[in-house]
């Protein structure tokens, strides 16, 4: 068998290779249900099995708080209802019945209490009616994750679980919606979707990511790119220091340092962005969250690889090799070099990994082109002795950089590199091939190296042609549409719910009446309004207690879910050229808004280097402050029993997992100890995402990304970028954007220089 090849190429510049046995041969049928998956479908009587739930314990001190609180407002209501009630009671009573005013009194009060009685029966209805609700995205989400290889083990993952993926990265952020609790993840996810090359085309499902796209809007279209596959790592299990996470954030402002070594170490790091070209092994599950349809049997789910196990992309990028540097050590002499980064890790989570591989990681790795077959070297030559020179032959550069992060770092890998010779004893080396062997990895939690590969530059003339590059980004103009106005968040939120409980009140009152008689049947004129009869007055009444009382339960569930009408919290990433910085935005406002500190990245770049950035974030809501709470209160649990294991909740028995749906439900509804008040289970959203086009390089450079360096002399550019806007849409909070809703302004500069 002829050895692996692939052709050079700038944008995809790596090939994984002798991996045949981690490819899929067959596509899946996308049957999640078959594998583990749950559907609504199987608890029926959804309603009255939340009810029956709720009422065989305690309703929690925060709920009741909060039912406190609007029963206050009912109490309130009733009194000014009271006031104009008792004078049409007493014309009534003494009119009809002729009634001592005593009498009439208390048929006024007994009118009243009966509407607040049917008032507050409907608001406690309400909260089942979310439950309800709640409940239907709880029973995609236990469990969240099953093998799309049936029977397969949920105690460990099992070699054949762990499939590969290569391609280009059509999406990469952090994910804003994760179940809160510590059995699924640490942190939040990082999502990165990548369009498969062809040999893993098998590893995609029938249904495509996402598989609908119920509750967008129009002009809305998903987050996510056809025919892509997301590869999901959780950031926090990715650190060997827990301790954050078991602790609790105390902080908002907290947030950054845990946001995943990617963005919280060095610069060292290379993540994948859009555009780039990536490989990833891991865990080949189906996502139980999202599917085909809402109801009904047999729906198909999307795959993805969650966890990963491993990673690897690349970037070109100038590079200071030891064999350049100078007697100078301020002077740089970087070279046009390539950075390739190999990461693995066993933690992964919700479940990790027993080693770090099976066998030796190989790849081909294309290099930097080399302009010159030989370089002479003067030593002193004259004109009457041309020959005193010395003839220099190619020579490739290696340096290798630790990837670092909280606790102690990865391990650092030294690559095995092998000089791919051409076909043609004539043409140049263009391509490496490297080898991460498993004795390195054995024994390691966790694994990597950033590898960069340049040549040798004798008298510096690639090192003349590269630019310093230093970006920065000061701050962002938004929020061009609100998200968090909370009485508009409530009524959108609930607005199903609010209806049935305006006509659950109607129901409970439909046959009011006073002194026994039904209101529609009172004509008698009211005396201090003769156009009117005493039953009209009293039927406006009702409406308005009940009108009113509506009005207390959002603006109670309002204040509940917090905060400022014209503010809200953001936690932005922004990524150049696969480094990421995150900052916590605790008041976003309208208009400017300074990033502190500013996000700079310092990089030098070639003349055929491309410079590009991305951007998004997520919007803080309060099922997402639950996650900044201590790692064991984050813990799912039923009353009297162990935290469930992940593999207990996977294999839960039909009574288990009702009543694990029905608790997820319960304490995404309530929240945990980091609100005073009811989660309510608004979840987090997604901000807007800015991403490079490689497919488009004509643009003004303040508006270019990618940013061709090629023909670029010396400058400063401001820099301005828009991203659309982008929320979570649907019972199965599907991501989408809209091309032609701004959502924020993303400015900044950089400065081009040559290197010194």
Request: glycine share 6%.
């Given at each position: ?72 407002i009912v109490n309130t209501i009733s009194a000014a209802i009271l006031a104009a009630v008792i004078p049409l009671a007493i014309a009534l009573g003494l009119e009809s019945f002729g009634l001592a005013t005593i009498a009439a009194i208390a048929q006024a009060v007994k009118f009243v209490n009966e509407i607040a009685s049917a008032i507050n029966a409907g608001i406690r209805r309400f909260f089942v009616l979310i439950g309800k609700r709640l409940s239907l995205r709880a029973i995609r989400v236990v469990p969240q994750w099953v093998p799309v290889l049936r029977g397969a ?453 070639g003349p055929d280097d491309l410079l590009f950035y991305s951007a998004a974030g997520v919007e803080f809501n309060p099922v997402g402050d639950m996650m900044r709470a201590a790692f064991r209160s984050r813990l799912l649990t039923l009353k009297g029993r162990p935290a469930f294991t992940w593999a207990q909740i996977v294999n839960a028995n039909s009574t288990d997992h009702r009543n694990l749906v029905f608790q997820y439900a ?91």
């Amino acid at each position: 068998m002829a050895d692996p090849t692939k052709p050079p190429n700038r944008l995809k510049p790596f090939r994984r290779i002798n991996n045949d046995s981690f490819l899929v041969a067959k596509a899946p049928d996308g049957l999640g249900v078959a594998c583990g998956c749950h559907t609504p479908d199987e608890i029926p009587n959804l309603e009255e099995e939340f009810k029956k739930f709720l009422d065989e314990g305690v309703l929690p001190v925060p709920l009741l708080q909060t039912l406190d609180k609007v029963t206050a407002i009912v109490n309130t209501i009733s009194a000014a209802i009271l006031a104009a009630v008792i004078p049409l009671a007493i014309a009534l009573g003494l009119e009809s019945f002729g009634l001592a005013t005593i009498a009439a009194i208390a048929q006024a009060v007994k009118f009243v209490n009966e509407i607040a009685s049917a008032i507050n029966a409907g608001i406690r209805r309400f909260f089942v009616l979310i439950g309800k609700r709640l409940s239907l995205r709880a029973i995609r989400v236990v469990p969240q994750w099953v093998p799309v290889l049936r029977g397969a083990s949920s105690e460990r993952i099992t070699q054949d679980q762990i499939k590969e993926i290569e391609g280009v990265v059509t999406r990469s952020y952090g994910d804003p919606i994760e179940p809160p609790f510590s059995q699924w993840h640490t942190w939040f996810n990082w999502t990165v979707h990548v369009q498969p090359d062809d040999r893993y085309l098998n590893l995609l499902s029938p249904a495509d990511n996402p598989p609908n796209l119920d509750g967008k809007e129009a002009g809305e279209q998903a987050l996510a790119r056809p025919r892509s596959l997301e590869v999901q790592w959780d950031t926090g299990a990715l650190f060997a220091d827990r301790s954050p996470f078991e602790a609790g954030l105390k902080n908002d402002t907290d947030m950054p340092s845990v946001d995943g070594p990617m963005t919280t170490s060095s610069d060292e790091w290379i993540w994948p962005m859009t555009g780039m070209q990536v490989w990833a092994s891991g865990r080949w599950v189906y996502d139980c969250s999202r599917t085909t349809k809402s109801t009904g049997a047999d729906p198909q789910m999307g795959t993805m690889l969650n966890p990963p196990r491993a990673i690897a992309t690349a970037t070109w990028e100038a590079v200071q090799f030891a064999e350049h540097q100078t007697a100078d050590k301020n002077k740089s002499t970087k070279v046009p070099a390539i950075r390739f980064m190999f990461f693995a890790c066993k933690r992964g989570g919700y479940m990790s990994y027993d080693s770090l591989a099976e066998g030796d990681y190989e790849f081909i790795l294309d290099l930097p082109p080399l302009e010159q077959q030989v370089t002479p070297f003067p030593i002193g030559a004259t004109p009457d002795v041309p020959h005193n020179v010395i003839v220099v032959r190619p020579r490739l550069l290696k340096s290798r950089a630790t990837l670092e992060f909280a606790g102690p770092r990865a391990k650092l890998l030294d690559p095995i590199i092998e000089e791919i010779e051409p076909s043609d004893p004539a043409a140049k080396t263009r391509q490496v091939k490297i080898t991460i062997p498993k004795n390195q990895l054995d024994g390691a939690d966790a694994a990597g190296v950033i590898l960069s590969l340049g040549w040798f530059d004798p008298n510096l003339e690639r090192a003349a042609t590269v630019k310093a590059c230093r970006v920065t980004f000061r701050g962002l103009s938004g929020r061009f549409k609100v998200r968090d106005n909370p009485v508009a968040q409530i009524r959108e939120l609930f607005a199903k719910e609010l209806d049935e409980l305006a006509d659950d009140i109607a129901a409970r009152l439909a046959n009011l009446s006073i002194f026994g008689v039904r209101l529609e049947d009172i004509v008698i004129p009211n005396p201090f309004n003769p156009s009117r009869t005493i039953g009209q007055e009293l039927r406006d009444l009702v409406q308005r207690f009940v009108r009113e009382a509506i009005k207390g339960l959002i603006d109670t569930l309002a204040e509940a879910i917090g905060g400022a009408i014209s503010s809200e919290e953001w936690l932005v990433r922004v990524g150049v050229n696969g480094r990421w910085q995150s900052r916590y935005i605790p008041n976003m406002d309208k208009g400017a808004t300074a990033l502190s500190p500013p996000i700079t990245f310092e990089l030098s770049l070639g003349p055929d280097d491309l410079l590009f950035y991305s951007a998004a974030g997520v919007e803080f809501n309060p099922v997402g402050d639950m996650m900044r709470a201590a790692f064991r209160s984050r813990l799912l649990t039923l009353k009297g029993r162990p935290a469930f294991t992940w593999a207990q909740i996977v294999n839960a028995n039909s009574t288990d997992h009702r009543n694990l749906v029905f608790q997820y439900a319960l304490d995404v509804l309530v929240g945990n100890k980091t609100s005073a008040n009811p989660a309510l289970g608004v979840e987090n959203t997604q901000l807007g995402v800015i991403d490079p086009d490689f497919s488009q390089r004509n643009r003004p450079p303040e508006k270019s990304n990618p940013l061709p360096m090629a023909g670029l002399a010396a400058q400063a550019l401001a820099l301005d970028f828009v991203a659309p806007f982008a929320r979570a849409a649907g019972q199965q909070l599907v991501l989408v954007e809209n091309p032609t809703q701004p959502d924020y302004q993303l400015t900044g500069a950089v400065q081009l220089s040559p290197q010194r």
